[in-house]
């Protein structure tokens, strides 16, 4: 692959391009590695910003149905939006999320919309990383939306919090008038609680789930780089398409506050700081496995199981080795 002729086909918004360079970014060959590292530093001069919106929600809520409700309404007035999954494909039947493509057939014709499906077999780490660059690629190839889409299952909330400006948790209405099992940390990170579904028979149930998850959110600590009405908690239909303008409206009246405030440019600093520091873990990490480090780990640890070093000692002497390189 060409890295200058990638770049400027990225930039130009080609999406064959960008799915190209997502599957550069995605590969694990070393070769590719380095392409990819530079196709990243040339496509990150274009300084180009899309609002990265986190979604998560469990299996059957209604994601692919508000993605494409959601994103079609975006596209129709005009902005391109590109859709990324980040899923440790563990999460989801049969690897990879083709389904999702087929139910977000509307969106995945559109001209204005990039649809791409999570990775088969890859780790959390990988994920993570994998996403974080793909979602770059999109900014670059000049999307004004890029949504993350997570399968709620803990850990990848957090890994889609990194990558995100803001973090969107889709929710169905609770049966009788318990709260759902949402985790706290998960509540915390959300900016704004949608609850899905409401509709139909459905509609009295979702509006009792907003006004619970309101009382639970005004329970929360008050965050500092939010306006005082910020996390909230509102209605939605994906199928009626209720309330999914305000919603949209509520998320750019956040992400103008955090821009207008310096708290935009100081998550994504920090966001930044995390993945280098989070590169060199890895990095690290990849050199304790590979040999001469795995075979002088190996003597060390059998040093340390008889007894003739004390763990902390032969620590030492292994971080001394690899510092030696
Ligand atoms: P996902 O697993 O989170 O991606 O959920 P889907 O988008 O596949 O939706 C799961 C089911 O919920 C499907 O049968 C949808 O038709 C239904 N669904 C999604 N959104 C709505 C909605 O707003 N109202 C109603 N009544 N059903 C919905």
Redesign the pocket.
Known sequence: MDIATTATAVLSGDRRALAQAITLVESGRADHRAQALALLATLQTSGRQALRIGLS??????????IEAFGLMLTGSGLRVAVLAVDPSSARSGGSILG?KT?MERLSRDPRAFIRPSPAQTQLGGVARRSREAVALCEAAGFDVVLIETVGVGQSETVVAEISDLFVL?LAPAGGDELQGVKRGIMEMADLILV?????E?KPAALRTVADYAGALQLLRRRPQDPADFPKAMP?????GLCLAEAWDQMQTLATWRRQQGHWASRRAAQARHWFEEEVRRGLLAALIADPARTTLARLGSSVAKGDLTPEAAAAEMLRLMGRG
């Open positions: 929600g469990t299996p059957g809520v209604g994601k692919s149905t508000f999702d139910r889709l899905n579904k409401a509709d139909g459905l939605v239909s994906a199928l009626t």
